[in-house]
């Protein structure tokens, strides 16, 4: 018998990208909510209640609603919202965050989705903490940019209501209270929180985060070809790893670092850039704010939980 899969919210944006990844496969049984009891409050229990996994594509208030709607012991859950992403009692969705965190996302009954802005730095930063080439109160600066679609419905309306006339590149989170700052902090390893300064830009979707570090204080400085070293292993060692690195070589600029080159893709890709003299560097991921950042990460989370190969 097919595992059942309910998408809570599959009309929204992260919602319906799961529904065209999840296209086509027999491996799998979609439910959903029919058309003409949407509006029935007992409809979405009922569905909830029935599915092997659901996945919630919500906001965080009804997010925390639909998992209290669960009234069984069966029902999985991977909860793309930020309701629970450093909640007691679930895993954090980023399988390739330490060696055995897929296997621990494959026996979870409840699976957080990253966030997309915190997960490059993540990616980036925890195997050098881990590793000890940076301390966890290290005090880090993160910025970056993402396509529009990362604002979500209202935002993805106002950029293709105004088309060229929309703003090319607009810092936010100027209050440094971003959402994301617990989800980063905790997963990276960090002792103190970061100071997150993203940017929206006018194209629909994909993303680049970057963390420059200012080594020079620390009592003993890696250099570049250290701190790559120690992600590259650590991803070496992630069977079926969703993440690349990219060779560590000096160069002004790349087109590698487009941050539409990997949309519509679970894939990431990591660069490490480095002025040894001057004891500064870079720290650089490339991926699909939908993708690897969303939906993609959903759906290879899901597979892992359902031990199918995706």
């Given at each position: 018998?097919?595992?059942?899969?309910f998408?809570?919210?599959?009309?929204?944006?992260?919602?319906?990208?799961?529904?065209?990844?999840?296209?086509?496969?027999d491996?799998?049984?979609?439910?959903?909510?029919?058309?003409?009891?949407?509006?029935?409050?007992?409809?979405?229990?009922?569905?909830?209640?029935?599915?092997?996994?659901?996945?919630?594509?919500?906001?965080?208030d009804?997010?925390?609603?639909?998992?209290?709607?669960i009234?069984?012991?069966?029902?999985?859950?991977?909860?793309a919202?930020?309701?629970?992403?450093?909640?007691?009692?679930?895993?954090?969705?980023?399988?390739?965050?330490?060696?055995?965190?897929?296997?621990?996302?494959?026996?979870?009954?409840?699976?957080?989705?990253?966030?997309?802005?915190?997960?490059?730095?993540?990616?980036?930063?925890?195997?050098?903490?881990?590793?000890?080439?940076?301390?966890?109160?290290?005090?880090?600066?993160?910025?970056?940019?993402?396509?529009?679609?990362?604002?979500?419905?209202?935002?993805?309306?106002?950029?293709?209501?105004?088309?060229e006339?929309?703003?090319?590149?607009?810092?936010?989170?100027?209050?440094?209270?971003?959402?994301?700052?617990p989800?980063?902090?905790k997963?990276?390893?960090?002792?103190?929180d970061p100071?997150?300064?993203?940017?929206?830009?006018?194209?629909?979707?994909?993303?680049?985060?970057?963390?420059?570090?200012?080594l020079?204080e620390?009592?003993?400085?890696p250099?570049?070809?250290?701190?790559?070293?120690a992600?590259?292993?650590?991803?070496?060692?992630?069977?079926?790893?969703?993440?690349?690195?990219?060779?560590?070589?000096?160069?002004?600029?790349?087109?590698?670092?487009?941050?539409?080159?990997?949309?519509?893709?679970?894939?990431?890709?990591?660069?490490?850039?480095?002025?040894?003299?001057?004891?500064?560097?870079?720290l650089?991921?490339?991926?699909?704010?939908?993708?690897?950042?969303?939906?993609?990460?959903?759906v290879q989370?899901?597979?892992?939980?359902?031990?199918?190969?995706?």
């Amino acid at each position: 018998m097919k595992p059942k899969i309910f998408i809570d919210g599959e009309h929204g944006t992260t919602g319906l990208q799961i529904r065209t990844r999840l296209a086509g496969r027999d491996d799998i049984e979609i439910i959903s909510v029919p058309a003409e009891r949407r509006k029935e409050a007992a409809a979405r229990a009922e569905f909830l209640n029935a599915a092997d996994v659901a996945i919630l594509c919500l906001p965080d208030d009804a997010a925390n609603e639909s998992v209290s709607l669960i009234a069984n012991d069966n029902t999985r859950v991977i909860d793309a919202s930020t309701a629970h992403r450093v909640a007691d009692g679930w895993v954090y969705g980023f399988a390739e965050m330490d060696r055995d965190q897929g296997k621990a996302i494959a026996s979870a009954r409840r699976v957080a989705n990253p966030g997309c802005w915190p997960q490059g730095p993540i990616a980036t930063l925890r195997p050098l903490v881990t590793a000890g080439l940076l301390p966890p109160d290290f005090p880090v600066t993160m910025n970056g940019i993402s396509g529009y679609t990362g604002g979500g419905r209202s935002m993805i309306d106002t950029y293709v209501s105004q088309g060229e006339d929309a703003p090319e590149f607009l810092p936010y989170g100027l209050t440094f209270q971003h959402k994301h700052v617990p989800e980063l902090k905790k997963y990276a390893g960090l002792a103190r929180d970061p100071l997150m300064q993203p940017v929206v830009g006018n194209f629909a979707q994909g993303m680049v985060t970057m963390v420059p570090l200012q080594l020079g204080e620390l009592e003993r400085v890696p250099t570049g070809a250290e701190l790559h070293a120690a992600i590259a292993d650590h991803y070496a060692g992630i069977k079926d790893s969703a993440v690349e690195v990219a060779p560590f070589e000096p160069v002004e600029r790349t087109p590698a670092l487009d941050p539409e080159s990997y949309n519509d893709t679970n894939r990431m890709r990591l660069h490490v850039f480095a002025n040894d003299k001057r004891a500064q560097a870079l720290l650089v991921a490339v991926y699909d704010n939908l993708g690897k950042g969303a939906s993609g990460a959903a759906v290879q989370n899901l597979d892992l939980m359902l031990g199918l190969p995706g």
